[in-house]
């Protein structure tokens, strides 16, 4: 009868509906699980579920998020209170669902179902923008941390050796000026890469504008990125070798030069005398990825665990104790996601480290070399 009643008042209403009714409880929830509705009118006296159960059913991300509108011949305040704090939009009488006051509630809730659907929206929006504003600062933090204490080292020795520099130039002690100029030199050496690295990261932190992506040949990029490094591969004797076998990946092309540099240097530094460094470059289901790999001493899980976090961030001496900022992968993994790739490593200690370099392949040589790879 109930029932009934409200489909007589919703004819009358003037709303344009399709109206499917539910005798109970759990015919209704099944329903509802299984087609979205703008509104539903629950009432509050069920056979065979609490209505605040199914309230809270309905009101669920499983339940649908339904615009719950409840209807009752109760007329107690106080149970109306408890539905609308449980997630009813609106709480309607039966005496008093006339065709005029059941079209406005309906139009009510639907309104403010809508409402409540953007200020959820905008409450994600703000919690996302809080989270990244939050990150740059504790960012903005850990680099005004390094700036202090790892711009002070190198520029502490350079003060230091400069001055012991000079009293062995009043004395005339060529050995001496000799070895603290070399010093001199290291110390600035290691100042001006750690700045370059700061800016350079720093930099990249406050670019926001697209990277335009273009066609980039893998043999090229190589053999440019280890040409660069032959001199300090020789001074270890390092052998350098590459096989790209001519692919080609979407990227920015000075982008992955300097992440290739940075991760073949880093391989160079870690690798023992007469060890060696490869980069190699594979297809795999419309992806490409490069790999530089060492025979260098490795690292634990715990170092390749906090290997790109830049609060765990520590510089480690090469085998032939050369130095780092501890920034050069951080920058190397910013560089590989603005150009929609990413960066990964494995590694063994005393078994050698690979890095994994993963890039959209060149659609037009997608085809080909899958057919190259096949025959």
């Known amino acids: 009868m109930d029932r009934a009643s409200v489909r007589r008042a919703l004819n009358k209403s003037g709303l344009s509906h399709d109206l499917i009714e539910a005798a109970d409880g759990t015919t209704g929830l099944l329903i509802a699980a299984q087609q979205n509705f703008d509104c539903v009118l629950l009432d509050y006296r069920l056979p065979d579920i609490d209505a605040f159960e199914v309230l809270q059913a309905l009101l669920s991300p499983e339940g649908g998020n339904h615009a719950v509108l409840m209807l009752t011949g109760e007329t107690d305040e106080e149970l109306a209170l408890r539905l609308m704090r449980a997630g009813a939009l609106d709480y309607l009488a039966k005496s008093e669902a006339t065709p005029s006051i059941l079209a406005r509630a309906i139009r009510y809730a639907r309104a403010r179902r809508g409402f409540l659907a953007e200020l959820e929206t905008a409450r994600r929006e ?25 711009l002070r080292n190198p520029f502490q020795a350079l003060l230091g050796l400069s001055e012991v520099l000079s009293k062995a130039a009043t004395t005339k002690d060529t050995a001496a000026v000799e070895r603290r100029a070399q010093g001199l030199h290291q110390a600035a050496g290691q100042a001006y890469a750690l700045m ?180």
């Open 126 to 150: 703000a919690e996302t923008k809080s989270i990244a504003l939050d990150t740059l600062n504790r960012q903005k933090t850990l680099l005004f941390s390094i700036i202090a204490h790892d």
């Open 196 to 375: 370059e690295s700061l800016f350079a990261w720093a930099s990249l932190q406050m670019e926001t504008t697209a990277v335009d992506l273009d066609v980039v040949l893998l043999d090229d990029v190589a053999r440019e990125t280890l040409a660069g490094a032959a001199a300090a591969a020789a001074a270890k004797t390092v052998a350098l070798t590459h096989d790209c076998s001519g692919l080609v990946v979407e990227a920015q092309r000075d982008m992955l030069l300097a992440v290739l540099r940075n991760l073949v240097g880093n391989a160079i530094k870690f690798t023992h005398v007469g060890g060696s460094v490869a980069v190699s470059a594979r297809f795999d289901g419309g992806a490409i990825t490069i790999s530089v790999a060492d025979t260098g001493v490795g690292m634990s899980p715990d170092k390749l665990a906090d290997l790109f976090r830049l609060d765990r961030r520590v510089s480690t001496k090469g085998t032939a104790g050369e130095r780092g900022s501890g920034l050069g992968l951080l920058l190397c993994r910013d560089l590989m996601e603005r150009q929609g790739g990413s960066l990964s490593v494995e590694s063994e200690v005393d078994r050698g480290t690979t890095f994994h370099l993963t890039l959209a392949a060149a659609s037009y040589l997608v085809e080909p070399v899958a057919i190259a790879e096949e025959t």
